[in-house]
């Protein structure tokens, strides 16, 4: 079992940025695979960025050079560093962690971005 807490999110403006962070409850060398996804009003959940146990990440296209992900092992913390942020990064952003087949979600946390 894998619990998840985010923060950071909140209101910013457009251009602005934002660190989310997400705090598992156990050693993140034992989980397979982190990301953060997104579901905006009325849409699917979505895959923003991810970062396996080796370091390799993925970002979706509409966030690439924009959103960093990244990891501090010794925290047991996932982060994701947004910058240049546009209204349509509004949404609610979910941290999730793959560990032998299961997945775990966090409670999710607002981002808001204002033109």
């Known amino acids: 079992q894998v619990q998840l807490v985010e923060s950071g999110g909140g209101l910013v403006q457009a251009g602005e940025s934002l660190r989310l962070s997400c705090a598992a409850s156990l050693s993140i060398f034992s989980i397979n695979a982190m990301g953060w996804y997104r579901q905006h009003a009325g849409d699917e959940r979505e895959l923003v960025a991810a970062i396996s146990s080796g370091g390799s990440t993925n970002y979706a296209n509409s966030v690439k050079g924009r959103f960093t992900i990244s990891r501090d092992n010794a925290k047991n913390t996932v982060y994701l560093q947004m910058n240049s942020l546009k209204p349509e990064d509004t949404a609610v952003y979910y941290c999730?962690?793959?560990?032998?087949?299961?997945?775990?979600w966090g409670q999710g946390t607002q981002v808001t971005v204002s033109s």
């Open positions: 999730n962690a793959k560990k032998w087949g299961y997945s775990y």
